[in-house]
């Protein structure tokens, strides 16, 4: 009886090792967790609008985040000479972009590394690239506000970051490709330039003949931002207020009529030319981060 057992239990032993042996090594390993959505190649007409609509040049550095074929990066270097890098979970498909660049001869511009989106280094970047589902374009979103510098642009395909962060530009067209994908024949791809973080408070001086200063309280919600300029007890709102990357421009009434303020950010200081509400012409002006 105790043989009979050993038997059985020897031949369910076997029947169990056979059978793991017979499972192919994917079905064995854990599958890499795509958080960002299942692999969906980007057609080719879509990688070129939106290396269009970010104006990628040779200066450029691009990131891509969850490559996939890579073939965001690999377009960027081959056709407009940019370099930059992709990161994806899955091995395979690093280890296929990586080879695909070294093909086409541009391995020392386009590599491929497999990462977590939320561990990698986005400082590099001038060119951010994504396309992933809602829920990890609104995860990636103080990530992304964050770590790219000012005038960085951003493109995503067909998802943006929610009503919060707007994109400051945006384009639909047709892509019959895609409805064997997704069961919709269109793409819609946004932009994003990453704006200057002007919060808080500011001195700013106007020079000679408007000669004046004032205090800046100003509010910013990413590329939005409101505020009060104050001079002589005297409060007045900021109007026209526009924020596109280190590119600055306001307004506010003074006296008999309204300065018109345009210039640029540079860290904590601002600098630019002011058309003055005395009808006096334009002079120059400048800002600096208030110290608490």
């Not at 190649?41 to 939106?50: G, L, Y």
């Not at 930059?84 to 899955?90: A, E, K, P, S």
């Not at 001086?205 to 919600?221: E, T």
Request: with cysteine; proline share 5%.
């Amino acid at each position: 009886m105790k043989q009979l057992i050993g038997r059985g239990a020897v031949l369910l032993l076997g029947v169990v090792l056979g059978l793991s042996a017979a499972l192919p090594a994917c079905a064995q390993e854990k599958e890499p967790e795509r958080t960002g959505g299942p692999y969906v190649p980007t057609p080719q007409v879509v990688v070129d609008e939106m290396l269009r609509m970010a104006g990628v040049g040779a200066n450029d550095y691009v990131i891509d985040l969850g490559s996939g074929d890579g073939i965001i990066v690999l377009t960027a270097a081959t056709q407009f000479k940019a370099r930059g890098f992709g990161v994806d979970i899955d091995p395979e498909l690093v280890k296929l972009s990586n080879a695909e660049a070294r093909r086409r001869g541009i391995a020392d511009r386009a590599s491929f590394q497999v990462q977590d989106v939320f561990k990698a280094d986005l400082s590099r970047a001038t060119v951010l690239t994504l396309y992933l589902l809602p829920s990890m374009m609104t995860s990636l979103q103080s990530k992304v506000f964050s770590e790219l510098r000012p005038g960085a642009r951003v493109v995503s395909h067909d998802y943006h970051f929610g009503d919060d962060w707007q994109p400051d530009d945006y384009i639909s067209f047709d892509v019959p490709e895609k409805e064997n994908v997704n069961g919709v024949p269109r793409a819609t791809i946004y932009l994003w330039r990453i704006p200057a973080n002007i919060a808080g408070k500011w001195q700013l001086k106007i020079d000679a003949p408007g000669g004046a200063r004032y205090d800046l309280n100003v509010r910013q919600k990413f590329q939005k931002f409101e505020g009060t300029a104050l001079a002589g007890g005297r409060s007045e709102k900021l109007e026209l207020a526009e924020l596109e990357g280190e590119g600055i421009r306001f307004a506010f009434n003074s006296g008999p009529g309204r300065h018109v303020f345009r210039g640029r950010v540079t860290g904590d200081t601002m600098q630019g030319m002011v058309e003055l509400g005395t009808g006096k012409g334009a002079v120059r002006w400048s800002a600096k981060r208030a110290v608490n």
